[in-house]
C-alpha cells in the first residue's frame, strides 16, 4: 500500500514538473494564455485539467498495450502519414530549442541577480542536467520528487501572503470589474492544453512504458493535473488583480512577491531556476529516449550529444519562442490530440 502511494506521489511530482517550466513558475505564461482574458481564465484553466487527466490516461494505455519507449513511437502509431512526421519533427525541433533556450535563460537568470557572468549560470545547468539525467528515470524521479513540493510550498506562501496584505481589495465585485484585453479566451486554452500534453508525452511514454502499473498512473496523473489546476488558479487570481502592472515584467511573480521582502524574492527566484532545471531535464530525458530509438546509440550517449547541439543555440530569446514558436507547436499539438483519440476510441474496448 505504501509503495502503491509512492509510485502515485512520484507519478504526480513528474507531471506536474514536466508542464511547470519557467514560464509558468515566473507567471509569465500565465499571463499570456490565461491572465488577459480577464474572469473567464479560470474556465480555460479547468478545461485544461480535464484535457490533462483524459489524455494522460489515453497515452499511458497506448504506451502499455503497445509496448512504446519514445514520444516518437507513439507519434508514428496514432499517426503514421504526412501528419505525424510533421509532428515528430516539429517536436524534436521545439524540444531542443526550448532545453536551449532554457539553458541560457539560466545563465541570464544568475546573471541579473547575482551579476556573475551567463556562462557561469549556463554551466551549472549543463552540469547538474548531466549528473541527472545520466540516471535515467531514478534522476528524473529524484529532482520532481523533490521540486514540485518546494514549488507549491512556496507558490502557496506567495498567495496566503498577498491575501493576509491585501484583504481589503479582494472581493469578487473587483475581479467581475477586471476587462478581458484579449479576446478567444477558448483557442488559448485549447492551444496551451495541447501544447503541454505534446510536452508531456516525451515523458509519460517511457515512464508508463517502465512503470507499467495503469492505476497509479491513472491517480497520479489526475493528482499531478489537479495539483496543478490548483497553482495555476492561485497564480493567475494574483496576476488578475495586478494588472496592469504585470504587463511591464518578464518575471510577473516576482513583482507580486517584492512587496514581501527580498528573502521571499530570493526564495522564489530559486524556484524559478529549479523549474528551469526541472524542463531542462525532462526536454533532454525525452529527447534521449527518441535518438536510442531511431539512431541506435546509448541513451548516456544520446544525453551529451543532445547537450552538445544545445549549447551553441543557447542566444536564442525566451520571448521570441513563447510569442511564436507557442501557438504553432500548440496548434499541432491539437490535431495530434485529436489522432491520439481517434486511435484509442477504435483500438480499445470498453
Known sequence: ????????????????GTIVGAGLASGQEIT???????????????????MYIYMSHIISSISIKYNLTSYNELINLVSPGCIGKITDVV?????????????????????????????????????ISLITLLNDTKGLIAINSFIVPS???????????????????????????????????????????????????GVLVPFSNEIRDKKALSFGTSLGALGLTVLCCMINLMLLFNIPYIFHYDIPLLYIA??????????????????????????????????????????????IIILCITIPIAQIGFKNLITFLYPAF?????????????????????
Open 330 to 350: 500548440g496548434a499541432l499539438s491539437l490535431v495530434f490530440m485529436f489522432q491520439c483519440i481517434n486511435f484509442y476510441k477504435k483500438h480499445f474496448k470498453h
Open 258 to 303: 517584492h512587496r514581501f521582502g527580498s528573502l521571499v524574492q530570493f526564495i522564489l527566484l530559486c524556484i524559478i531556476f529549479l523549474e528551469m532545471f526541472s524542463t531542462e531535464v525532462s526536454d533532454i530525458y525525452s529527447i534521449g529516449k527518441t535518438f536510442t530509438h531511431l539512431f541506435n546509440v546509448s541513451y548516456k550517449k544520446s544525453v
Open 32 to 50: 499570456q494564455f490565461f491572465t488577459t482574458y480577464g474572469l473567464k481564465s479560470f474556465i480555460g484553466i479547468l478545461l485544461c485539467l480535464c
Open 151 to 201: 514549488l507549491i510550498t512556496i507558490i502557496t506562501l506567495v498567495f496566503v501572503l498577498y491575501i493576509a496584505f491585501n484583504g481589503d481589495i479582494l472581493s469578487i465585485s473587483h475581479l467581475k470589474s477586471i476587462g478581458n484585453y484579449k479576446k478567444h479566451w477558448l483557442l488559448s486554452s485549447l492551444l496551451y492544453g495541447g501544447f503541454n500534453i505534446l510536452c508531456c508525452t
Open 91 to 127: 517536436t524534436g525541433f521545439f524540444l531542443i530549442s526550448s532545453s536551449a533556450i532554457i539553458l541560457a535563460g539560466s545563465g541570464a537568470l544568475l546573471h541579473q541577480y547575482f551579476h556573475i557572468s551567463k556562462w557561469i549560470g549556463m554551466l551549472l545547468m549543463i552540469i
Open 1 to 16: 500500500m505504501r509503495k502503491k502511494m509512492t509510485l502515485t506521489f512520484q507519478v504526480s511530482a513528474v507531471f506536474i
